[in-house]
T-cell receptor
Framework: QQQVKQSPQSLIVQKGGISIINCAYENTAFDYFPWYQQFPGKGPALLIAIRPDVSEKKEGRFTISFNKSAKQFSLHIMDSQPGDSATYFCAASNNNNNDMRFGAGTRLTVKP | KAGVTQTPRYLIKTRGQQVTLSCSPI?????VSWYQQTPGQGLQFLFE???????NKGNFPGRFSGRQFSNSRSEMNVSTLELGDSALYLC????????????FGQGTRLTVV
């Protein structure tokens, strides 16, 4: 069932560094690619999302890079902070179908 | 603006019992999706309701069912509970239509003993 592959499974970054999480998808019908951040005991929170008509989207310290031909997209967290320590999920869905497929998640730890 | 509300937050049930979980979406949102989250399987799509109709269904057995009311609130029911049903059940709401931006509730932690 997994249609979105996410890596790495875990990531440790020093404060101020860049965190990079990668995802690859299979279904070319996907046209909406969000990233979610989840803290323990909480539901996932929408962080940033992109549609395939653009190759990059930036919101503050968070940037999504999207490569349609390679069917890959990635999340870059610039100037990573300890408060960014959480589990990050990429996802993909079809505009006409709210069946969202999630990656397995990346546990990010930012060391002070 | 209130977020997505799920009740109860925690639930302990015995094998063979049934359970009903509730989700109140963000005001104005007409689409409600349900997900099961477990350490081993991650986030898996259960089903999605829009305007009281089930539009999509994931690959789960018929013991998992749901419904949506005219006020967009949704319930999920699991019958004949199994130990493997222990999970965090999350619902997400969105406007629906072509806007798929989904917002999650905090989830209901179900433990089956």
């Amino acid at each position: 069932q997994q249609q979105v592959k996410q890596s790495p499974q875990s990531l440790i970054v020093q404060k101020g560094g860049i965190s990079i999480i990668n995802c690859a998808y299979e279904n070319t019908a996907f046209d909406y690619f969000p990233w979610y951040q989840q803290f323990p005991g909480k539901g996932p929170a929408l962080l940033i999302a992109i549609r395939p008509d653009v190759s990059e989207k930036k919101e503050g310290r968070f940037t999504i890079s999207f490569n349609k031909s390679a069917k890959q997209f990635s999340l870059h967290i610039m100037d990573s902070q300890p408060g960014d320590s959480a589990t990050y999920f990429c996802a993909a869905s079809n505009n006409n179908n709210n069946d969202m497929r999630f990656g397995a998640g990346t546990r990010l730890t930012v060391k002070p | 603006k209130a977020g997505v509300t799920q009740t109860p937050r925690y639930l302990i049930k015995t094998r063979g019992q049934q359970v009903t979980l509730s989700c109140s979406p963000i005001s104005g949102h007409r689409s409600v999706s349900w997900y099961q989250q477990t350490p081993g399987q991650g986030l898996q799509f259960l089903f999605e309701y829009f305007s009281e109709t089930q539009r999509n269904k994931g690959n789960f057995p018929g013991r998992f069912s749901g419904r949506q009311f005219s006020n967009s609130r949704s319930e999920m029911n699991v019958s004949t509970l199994e130990l493997g049903d222990s999970a965090l059940y999350l619902c997400a709401s969105s406007l629906g239509g072509t806007n798929t931006e989904a917002f999650f509730g905090q989830g209901t932690r179900l433990t089956v003993v």
